[in-house]
């Protein structure tokens, strides 16, 4: 482990950049601002209620199970001022005007992170958006019950349940109920709800 020059957090001496401030190590430069921000790649709901007028109903690829939740992802500036507060010195931007995004939760198990194509990273929840966030961040595993666990994965800036609340141990799976929300990163949060009852 070593020290980022910019925020001082720790870092792993092989990353190429710091997953709190963003500094790319290499070239010594800080994050851009994001620019607005766009729709989370992911399949679009199943479903006669999601269908719109001249746009074809999305249907779930073949092997992969819809389970009938989904996750919102959206801005929570309340929980960007408290980390903001937190850690003064690190420079994140907060996106004004972004929109709340609906994603799906499809199979099993899903990887909460940010995207990184040279380590070959690619999370289901991609929340690359928010530099706060590292790239292995928290999973989602369904259970028999048809809810879920959430474990964080030991990101650096921890898994919270509530923008007030302590991060959750890593490693520890934490059962989600229909509405709980989960905050990440630096002003990211995510509610898990069930999108209809089960069949």
Request: net charge negative; hydrophobic share 35%.
């Amino acid at each position: 482990m070593t020290e980022c020059p910019n925020c001082a957090s720790a870092a792993d001496e092989h990353a190429t950049f710091c997953e709190v401030c963003g500094l790319e190590f290499a070239s010594g430069k800080l994050p851009e601002a994001p620019p607005p921000p766009q729709p989370i790649a992911a399949p679009a709901p199943v479903g006669p209620e999601t269908e719109k007028e001249g746009a074809p109903a999305a249907a779930v690829p073949s092997g992969v199970d819809d389970s009938g939740w989904i996750a919102t992802v959206e801005a929570d500036r309340v929980f960007f001022d408290t980390t903001s507060a937190e850690s003064p010195d690190v420079t994140i931007v907060f996106p004004e005007g972004m929109t709340a995004v609906e994603v799906p939760l499809r199979g099993v198990e899903i990887l909460i992170g940010r995207k990184v194509e040279e380590d070959n990273v690619h999370p289901d929840l991609d929340l690359g958006a928010d530099a706060g966030v590292s790239r292995r961040h928290a999973a989602l595993t369904r259970r028999a019950d048809g809810r879920w666990d959430l474990v964080d994965l030991g990101s650096t800036n921890g898994t919270r349940l509530g923008p007030d609340s302590d991060p959750i141990p890593a490693n520890d799976p934490v059962v989600l109920d229909d509405g709980s929300t989960l905050h990440v990163g630096a002003w990211t949060r995510v509610t898990i709800r069930r999108r209809s009852a089960p069949e």
